[in-house]
C-alpha cells in the first residue's frame, strides 16, 4: 500500500483493519497503541478523534464511546507498537499470535521505518525487508499488508494515485508483492481514489473511488459517507 506522506496510510490501513471479518494485528512504528486505539473508538463511535482526546464529551457521547471500547475489546484486533520494530520481532510475535488469536491478516506500518541492517543502503535494506516479510507471510500463512511510502517527485497537488514506479525502491516491492494499491488524495481533499495498480490473482488498473474523513480518521467508500 503506497502513498505520499500525508496522505493517510496509516488510516488507510486501520480502516482495512476495521473492516476486516477475522482476526488481526496492527504493526506500528511510529505510532502509539493509544494513538491507534483512539483512532479505532473515534470511528466506530462516529466522534471526532479531538473531542475523544481532550475528553471533552456529554453523557450521550460517553455512552457511544463505551460501547466503541466494549465492542474494541470484544473485537479480533490486535495492536502493537514497537519504535525498535523489525522483520523478526515480527515474526516472533506473530507466530505466537498466530496460535493463540488465529491471526489471518498482518498490517505493517510502515517498511521505511523498520530497524533491519541500518548500515546497508536503502535499496538493499528495503530488499531484506521486502523478501523477509514476504518469506514470513508464507511461513505463517497470513495475508500481509505494508505500508511504503512513494518517492518526492511524486505529484500530490493532482491527487492522482502515484504509479509503482514512484515506489520508493520500487522494484523489489513490485515483484514481492501479489497486490499493489496506490493512495491518491490531494493535500486537504477530501476526495480520494485507491488505485489497484498490481494484482496476481485478479483484475488491476482501476480506481477506487473513496472518501477521506478527517474527523474520524478514515476512509469511507462512498455508500458509506454519512448524510
Known sequence: LAASTGTGKSAMLQSLQRRATVPTV???VEMSRTQLVDRLISAAAHMDSRKLTRGDLDYEERRKVNEAIDRF???EMQVVDNSSLTTATIESILRIARVRFGIRVVYVDYLGLLRDREGESKY???SNLSHELARIAKATGVCLVAASQVNRKADRKSGEPPHMEEMRDSGV???DAAV???IG???G???AKLFV???RHGLAGFPIPLTFDAVHTEFLELSEVRR
Open 26 to 28: 496492527f504493526f506500528s
Open 73 to 75: 475489546e470484544q473485537s
Open 124 to 126: 538493499v535494506q528495503m
Open 173 to 175: 516491492l513490485e515483484e
Open 180 to 182: 499493489v494499491l496506490t
Open 185 to 187: 488524495r490531494a493535500e
Open 189 to 191: 481533499s477530501s476526495e
Open 197 to 199: 495498480r498490481k494484482n
